[in-house]
């Protein structure tokens, strides 16, 4: 019974992802009614990930038909996101917990991240070469090309076939670093011994944080945060981008920002505030914002309430003193405003 359960379940999961899939890659014609079976299949895949999360995989046959299913559904570019995310928790659940295990994780992963990104390949330049053009197209707009050139490509192209493929390539790049996001939280060991990790880096995310597309910088943006979560030489040296995104982001962008230096704070200590004195800048300009960003200065809040919840001691009379400076002032411009009015 219990080599037959795991193999059940992975046959039953199997049946429902891939109708999912197929229902999504006919989202476009599909009436009212297919589109509340659609929400219908994704809400019992859910279900069933959540399940599989609390199985027991010491059976081996199990285990390995549940990888393999996992892995392959990882692969669909159309599957939603927080199917995703559960996918890949449960992928790392399945995976040892040790460093060979974590291992072993990233490099599934990331290989359905390269199949992903594959699709833009095949549907652009189907003779293209897959392997020397993984992450190609994040790679050509840190150059400057906005349209990456493919072998065979007509210059008489159709504009709006143009601007589809644009916008498709957009798509796979924002599913490629969600994939990596959800992976990432699911990772705790050093990005450096892990060679996986590195090339994930050099290849996706920096290219994806110097990309044209807000979205896509965005995105990398946050997977940039958490990479310098595993390595404290990283997060030095990114410090001052985080700021700059911060003090020249929209609102969502410097709440972005000010989250990723809060938990670099929380995991790397208080010596980054010593040797980067522009942190605290960071916190009283956010603190003081807001009537123009209430949001942000609600985020700085909590984020400096967790500061001061953490081991700081250290620090904790300049974050008192810049929290009741912050706090002062903005109290005596209420009374000043107030006493204008009256």
């Known amino acids: 019974m219990g080599q037959v359960f795991p193999e059940t379940s992975a046959a039953e999961a ?23 079976d659609t929400v219908e299949q994704e809400f019992i895949v859910e279900q069933m990930l959540h399940i599989a999360i609390t199985l027991d995989y010491s059976d081996e046959v199990g285990r390995r038909k549940m990888f393999a299913l996992l892995r392959q559904s990882l692969s669909i570019p159309e599957l939603p996101d927080d199917v995703t995310k559960l996918t890949v928790n449960v992928l790392r659940d399945i995976c040892a917990p040790d460093a060979a295990g974590e291992k072993e994780f990233c490099s599934i992963v990331l290989e359905a991240v390269a199949d992903v990104h594959d699709t833009i390949v095949d549907d652009v330049a189907p003779d293209a070469d897959t392997t020397e053009d993984s992450f190609h197209s994040a790679r050509s707009e840190v150059a400057g090309d906005t349209t990456p050139k493919k072998r065979g490509q007509s210059p ?50 920096v290219p994806a944080v110097r990309s044209h ?3 896509v910088r965005e995105r990398g943006l946050v997977c940039l945060g958490l990479c310098s979560l595993l390595d404290r030489s990283l997060a030095e040296e990114n410090l001052t981008l985080f700021m700059h995104f911060f003090t020249k982001g929209h609102t969502a962008l410097q709440i972005t920002a000010l989250q990723i230096l809060t938990d670099i704070l929380n995991v790397h200590g208080s010596q980054l505030l010593a040797t980067t004195p522009a942190l605290l800048k960071v916190y009283i300009k956010a603190l003081r914002s807001g009537s123009k960003a209430p949001e942000v200065q609600a985020a700085a ?7 001061l919840l953490g081991p700081y001691m250290t620090i904790l009379p300049d974050f008192l003193a810049f929290i009741w400076a912050s706090h002062v002032s ?13």
Do not use: F, Y
């Open 14 to 36: 199997d049946l429902l992802l891939r109708s999912n899939a197929i229902k999504r890659t006919q989202q476009a014609a599909a009436d009212e009614d297919e589109e509340e």
């Open 156 to 205: 008489e192209e159709d504009e709006e076939e143009s601007q589809a493929k644009a916008i498709k390539e957009i798509m796979v790049n924002m599913k490629c670093l969600h994939i990596v996001q959800c992976m990432l939280s699911n990772v705790a060991g050093d990005l450096q011994q892990n060679d996986h990790l590195v090339a994930m880096l050099n290849n996706l995310v």
């Open 301 to 307: 809040t909590l984020a400096a309430s967790k500061l």
């Open 330 to 342: 903005w109290a005596a411009r209420v009374d000043e405003v107030t006493a204008m009015r009256t």
């Open 213 to 215: 597309e807000a979205p």
